[in-house]
Nanobody, 125 residues
């Protein structure tokens, strides 16, 4: 069983930055693609970014391209989401997700097997 714990959310003014972390309690972390998703109030959960096992392939939704950076530290079983130039429309609960072992990354939520509890990000205007 994989447990994912997000941290780093909070309240920030527009233009500010936050760094989300997701710690995984599993020895197979380095064998799994990791993703970040978010759900804004009244909206469906959407893809934000993913990173493959070794970090050699990364993808972002267009709305965060150039502002957000996903990275991972396999020695620490942790994936990060650095969020810069935040906008009010980035306000959401952010979730990290772990894919099955030895599979590539994906924008589809159905690819991911395990999910964290989420961390709230609020960007004020």
């Amino acid at each position: 069983q994989v447990q994912l714990v997000e941290s780093g959310g909070g309240l920030v003014q527009a233009g500010g930055s936050l760094r989300l972390s997701c710690a995984a309690s599993v020895g197979t972390f380095s064998s799994r693609a990791m993703g970040w998703f978010r759900q804004a109030p009244g909206k469906e959960r959407e893809f934000v970014a993913y990173i493959t096992r070794s970090g050699d392939n990364i993808d972002y939704v267009d709305s965060v391209q150039g502002r957000f950076t996903i990275s991972r530290d396999n020695a620490k079983n942790t994936v990060y989401l650095q969020m810069n130039s935040l906008k009010p429309e980035d306000t959401a609960v952010y979730y990290c997700a772990a894919g099955p072992t030895f599979r590539g990354g994906s924008r589809s939520q159905n690819t991911y097997r395990y999910w964290g509890q989420g961390t709230q990000v609020t960007v004020s205007s």
